[in-house]
């Protein structure tokens, strides 16, 4: 039969206090049990959490406490003691392992269900994912022509102004009077383009970094730190040797 411990007597001439071996408690009895003897089976059903918790701390909680105050009274001072903490520890631990079979005999069920769920929908997100970023490729390039656009018309419309004014200050100058100032028109610029069901996407400029020439890459950034080098084009620095930092503009989407 283990070792078990019950009882608690005081050592002569010592001062100290030890368990003494009586076959009355042993640490696995609750796993040496049949099943049955000691709680119900455990059902556990999908978003039955709490019932499972319930049956699981019926089953074992009682004896742990048990075997905590038996292990915080034991006093290892020979090697009688000694030899009991051994047997309590390795008991413990046994029943330890038992209780980790059984929690994953009761959440099998539900992790088996969410798995597989999960192992589903990814295939719907991937191709979502897919059909996302096609999208936002295709309306970056579709949005940087039409701010290169605007942008080719505000100069246009800057350069008219500008020879507009210059014959004015001609003119002005050969009738010895002041020249009107002309002011070249605004072209509109559109920034947000919005759909009929609300989505909306515009352009986002992002500071990005690619490696130039790596023998001239300060040591610090050398590996590379990836997390260092945004850290530092974050911050605002604009030059590092061995590095291009450029913007990069992307779609952002809002629905």
């Known amino acids: ?20 071996l009586e076959p ?21 059903r999908i978003n039955d959490s709490d019932q499972a918790c319930r049956v699981l701390k019926r089953m074992y909680m009682p004896e742990i406490e048990r075997m905590k105050e038996m292990a915080k009274a034991l006093v290892v001072i020979d090697e009688e003691s000694n030899n009991m903490a051994i047997t309590m520890a390795g008991q413990s631990k046994k029943l330890a392992g038992v ?20 192992t589903f929908v990814k295939v719907f997100s991937v191709a979502l994912e897919e059909i996302e970023r096609k999208l936002k490729r295709d309306m970056a390039g579709y949005l940087l022509q039409v701010r290169m656009k605007q ?17 004015f200050n001609v003119r002005a100058a050969e009738s010895q009077v002041v020249a009107p100032v002309v002011v070249a028109a605004v072209i509109p610029t559109q920034k947000v383009f919005r759909s009929e069901t609300g989505a909306s996407v515009h352009l986002r400029k992002d500071w990005k970094w690619e490696v130039t020439e790596r023998m001239d890459i300060p040591r610090q950034y050398l590996v590379i730190d990836d997390v260092a080098v945004n850290k530092a084009v974050s911050a605002g620095i604009r030059d590092i040797p061995g590095f291009r930092i450029f913007e990069l503009e992307t779609a952002v989407i809002r629905s």
């Open 99 to 118: 209780i980790e079979k059984k929690r994953k005999e009761v959440i099998c069920e539900p992790y088996e269900f969410t798995k597989t769920v999960n």
């Open 1 to 20: 039969m283990p070792l078990v411990l019950t009882s608690i007597s005081t050592l002569e001439n010592k001062g100290k206090t030890k368990m003494s």
């Open 24 to 44: 009355e408690f042993d640490f696995m009895a609750l796993v040496n049990k049949p099943a049955e003897v000691h709680a119900p089976p455990v059902v556990a």
């Open 151 to 167: 942008a080719e018309d505000q100069r246009l419309a800057d350069e008219e102004a500008a020879k507009v004014q210059a014959e």
